[in-house]
């Protein structure tokens, strides 16, 4: 975890390069050091942006280095590559300078910060150059900026840590502790706080980006919300627009909008103090159709009537866990975090389970089998009180190391009698048995919904449900088995759509950070709406213009990048 808190003691490895190329076209490069970390390297308020500091060499990987096959691929094992080099950096002018260099020799490169990408958009086998950033992962509070800086390599579990354990903040970022910040962010990214602060670019207050001129030159940018001019389209373009379209991404600093003062305390949000930790099962040896469908319609029922931005229950966050039914003793999950210091916490705790269990007529069970991300969790088949911090590193589950294929869908309502029997069928397929096969169903919407669809990229802004289809194995040679079952059962969850969830009365498109290359084919997009409709709707137009400005040449691009206008 993260030991530097503040801008001065990060200082000694973030000196960062200027001067001419870093101001071209008036977008210039600011160190962000407070005054103290200016006087303790000899340089004054006014000439700290005009230092050029000599750093040391990047770190370099090639194909002969016994770390190269742990560098060439993510957590999804389906992906990996065979790049000339993997260069790890530390600084952003040692970003610079990779881009810079990788420009020079006409070389494709990818970044990766996280590594947790569902498609092959860094790891395939066009890329030449890797820039791994897993070496910049500081978290600390930024004077200069009156934000919190947040590296692209930072992980959600280390930034949770840092704010929270520091300052008594966070942020309502994903569950799952290893995701990078310098994709999740980007993606708009959202968790188990979202109902209640919203999704994570809610919060985003700055970015500092490598772009690549029209001629070439590789330059660092820095776009805040305060920005003007195309520099505050950059900054939008960073709340939901996705990672590797505009540049690379080196850092992010986060202040709440509205925040005032100077007290880092005061600038994000503060998580509760106490949240109940709850999770059930019910066993599909007890489920047929008709109970699975009740299920089902109080799940929908229920986000539909409690996902107002100031409903009693915007604290309230569950993962309802719809697992292929493969063997005789396979689950059905349901997670849930709830805020514990809120008003009659414990009865409204209990009215959403009875809600979502009424007239199901299957009892409850521990939650015994690893479902997704999320371990078997028997301990807390009664709701248990847990301090904020020791409940997210219990819920904050991982994806597998193995081969995955996933999808994902925006519901502005609950589930139709249709999909309902849709999800039974392909959730009891005969002939096909996988205890790695599930679609996970969020909770959604609350504070979320209050931010207009055009206020940041991300443009699913009334949306009460998010649902994430995912399979899992490990031999190479079961993934047509495995990528048929899940690509049959999306298609057939959305006929209206061409087999997607185009925007409608119902359905509400698609998540760019559950990346889904099927969403550009023909043969299972059969609709009118693309892939960028479906991940940015009516706000693609404007992130074209943006990739325009800051992208000229699509330096940084993959199989779904913002394309040029």
Same mark, same amino acid.
Request: net charge neutral; aromatic share 10%.
């Given at each position: 975890?993260?030991?530097?808190?503040?801008s001065?003691?990060?200082l000694?490895?973030?000196?960062?390069?200027?001067?001419?190329?870093?101001?071209?076209?008036?977008?210039?490069?600011?160190?962000?050091?407070?005054?103290?970390?200016?006087?303790?390297?000899?340089?004054?308020?006014?000439t700290?942006?005009?230092?050029? +500091?000599?750093?040391?060499?990047?770190?370099?990987?090639?194909?002969?280095?016994?770390?190269?096959?742990?560098?060439?691929?993510?957590?999804?094992?389906?992906?990996?590559?065979?790049?000339?080099?993997?260069?790890?950096?530390?600084?952003?002018?040692?970003?610079?300078?990779?881009?810079?260099?990788?420009?020079?020799?006409?070389?494709?490169?990818?970044?990766?910060?996280?590594?947790h990408?569902?498609?092959?958009?860094?790891?395939?086998?066009?890329?030449q150059?890797?820039?791994?950033?897993?070496?910049?992962?500081?978290v600390?509070?930024?004077?200069?900026?009156?934000?919190f800086?947040?590296?692209?390599?930072? *992980?959600n579990?280390?930034?949770?840590?840092?704010?929270?354990?520091?300052?008594?903040?966070?942020?309502?970022?994903?569950?799952?502790?290893?995701?990078?910040?310098?994709?999740?962010?980007?993606?708009?990214?959202?968790?188990?706080?979202?109902?209640?602060?919203?999704? +994570?670019?809610?919060h985003?207050?700055?970015?500092?980006?490598?772009?690549?001129?029209?001629?070439?030159?590789a330059?660092?940018?820095v776009?805040?919300?305060?920005?003007?001019? !195309?520099?505050?389209?950059?900054?939008w373009?960073?709340?939901?627009?996705g990672?590797?379209?505009?540049?690379?991404?080196?850092?992010?600093?986060?202040? +709440?909008?509205?925040?005032?003062?100077?007290?880092?305390?005061?600038?994000?949000?503060?998580?509760?103090?106490?949240?109940?930790?709850?999770?059930?099962?019910?066993?599909?040896?007890q489920?047929?159709?008709?109970?699975?469908?009740r299920?089902?319609?109080?799940?929908?029922?229920?986000?539909?009537?409690?996902?107002?931005?100031?409903s009693?229950?915007?604290?309230?966050?569950?993962?309802?866990?719809?697992?292929?039914?493969?063997?005789?003793?396979?689950?059905?999950?349901?997670?849930?975090?709830?805020?514990?210091?809120?008003?009659?916490?414990?009865?409204?705790?209990?009215?959403?389970?009875?809600?979502?269990?009424?007239?199901?007529?299957v009892?409850p069970?521990?939650?015994t089998?690893?479902?997704?991300?999320?371990a078997?969790?028997?301990?807390?088949?009664?709701?248990?009180k847990?301090?904020?911090?020791?409940?997210?590193?219990?819920?904050?589950?991982?994806?597998?190391?193995?081969?995955?294929?996933y999808? *994902?869908? /925006?519901?502005?309502?609950?589930?139709?009698?249709?999909?309902?029997?849709?999800?039974?069928?392909?959730?009891?397929?005969?002939?096909?048995?996988?205890?790695?096969?599930?679609?996970?169903?969020?909770?959604?919407?609350?504070?979320?919904?209050?931010?207009?669809?055009?206020?940041?990229?991300?443009?699913?802004?009334?949306?009460?449900?998010?649902?994430?289809?995912?399979? /899992?194995w490990?031999?190479?040679?079961?993934?047509?088995?495995?990528?048929?079952?899940?690509r049959?059962?999306?298609?057939?969850?959305? !006929?209206?759509?061409?087999?997607?969830?185009?925007p409608?009365d119902?359905?509400?498109?698609?998540?760019?950070?559950?990346?889904?290359?099927?969403?550009?084919?023909?043969?299972w997009?059969?609709? *009118?709406?693309?892939?960028?409709?479906?991940?940015?709707?009516?706000?693609?137009?404007?992130?074209?213009?943006?990739?325009?400005?800051?992208?000229?040449?699509?330096?940084?691009?993959?199989?779904?990048?913002?394309?040029?206008?």
């Amino acid at each position: 975890m993260s030991k530097k808190n503040n801008s001065e003691r990060d200082l000694g490895r973030r000196s960062l390069l200027t001067g001419a190329a870093a101001v071209a076209g008036g977008a210039a490069l600011t160190t962000a050091l407070p005054a103290s970390a200016q006087a303790a390297t000899g340089t004054s308020a006014a000439t700290a942006n005009a230092v050029t +500091t000599v750093t040391p060499d990047l770190i370099s990987v090639a194909p002969a280095d016994p770390r190269f096959p742990d560098l060439v691929r993510g957590t999804n094992q389906r992906w990996s590559a065979n790049p000339e080099q993997v260069r790890l950096v530390t600084t952003t002018a040692q970003a610079l300078r990779a881009v810079q260099e990788a420009v020079t020799a006409n070389k494709r490169l990818t970044v990766r910060s996280g590594g947790h990408c569902y498609e092959d958009f860094v790891f395939n086998s066009q890329v030449q150059v890797v820039v791994d950033m897993s070496g910049m992962n500081q978290v600390y509070f930024d004077t200069a900026k009156n934000a919190f800086a947040i590296e692209a390599g930072a *992980s959600n579990l280390q930034i949770y840590e840092t704010l929270y354990k520091l300052y008594g903040v966070t942020l309502p970022a994903g569950s799952c502790s290893s995701v990078g910040a310098g994709g999740h962010i980007s993606g708009g990214g959202y968790g188990l706080l979202s109902r209640l602060h919203g999704l +994570t670019v809610d919060h985003l207050y700055g970015v500092e980006v490598v772009v690549v001129n029209a001629n070439g030159t590789a330059r660092v940018v820095v776009a805040t919300r305060d920005s003007t001019g !195309p520099e505050k389209e950059l900054w939008w373009a960073h709340t939901g627009g996705g990672g590797g379209n505009f540049g690379l991404i080196t850092r992010y600093w986060m202040r +709440t909008p509205g925040a005032t003062g100077t007290d880092p305390t005061q600038l994000l949000p503060k998580p509760p103090s106490e949240v109940f930790v709850h999770s059930t099962a019910f066993n599909w040896a007890q489920l047929n159709e008709q109970s699975f469908s009740r299920l089902i319609q109080n799940w929908g029922a229920w986000h539909e009537q409690n996902s107002a931005p100031n409903s009693p229950y915007n604290s309230l966050f569950g993962l309802l866990k719809l697992t292929h039914n493969s063997f005789a003793n396979s689950q059905i999950g349901l997670l849930t975090q709830m805020d514990a210091t809120v008003p009659n916490a414990q009865g409204l705790l209990n009215d959403y389970l009875s809600a979502i269990t009424a007239g199901v007529g299957v009892t409850p069970t521990a939650m015994t089998q690893r479902m997704g991300e999320h371990a078997a969790m028997p301990q807390f088949s009664s709701p248990r009180k847990l301090p904020w911090y020791i409940a997210t590193d219990w819920l904050s589950g991982g994806n597998p190391t193995l081969r995955g294929k996933y999808k *994902s869908a /925006y519901s502005r309502k609950g589930f139709s009698a249709y999909q309902i029997a849709t999800l039974y069928k392909h959730l009891n397929l005969a002939g096909y048995s996988n205890g790695d096969a599930l679609v996970q169903v969020d909770s959604y919407g609350g504070r979320v919904n209050a931010v207009g669809a055009a206020e940041t990229a991300v443009p699913q802004r009334d949306s009460v449900l998010k649902l994430q289809y995912q399979t /899992y194995w490990t031999d190479p040679g079961d993934e047509a088995r495995h990528v048929t079952w899940i690509r049959n059962f999306y298609r057939e969850m959305y !006929p209206e759509g061409g087999g997607v969830p185009i925007p409608n009365d119902r359905n509400d498109g698609c998540y760019i950070n559950y990346p889904d290359k099927d969403l550009s084919d023909p043969a299972w997009n059969t609709g *009118s709406s693309t892939w960028s409709t479906l991940y940015y709707k009516g706000n693609y137009a404007r992130l074209q213009q943006a990739k325009a400005t800051w992208d000229p040449s699509n330096f940084f691009r993959h199989a779904q990048s913002v394309r040029l206008p």
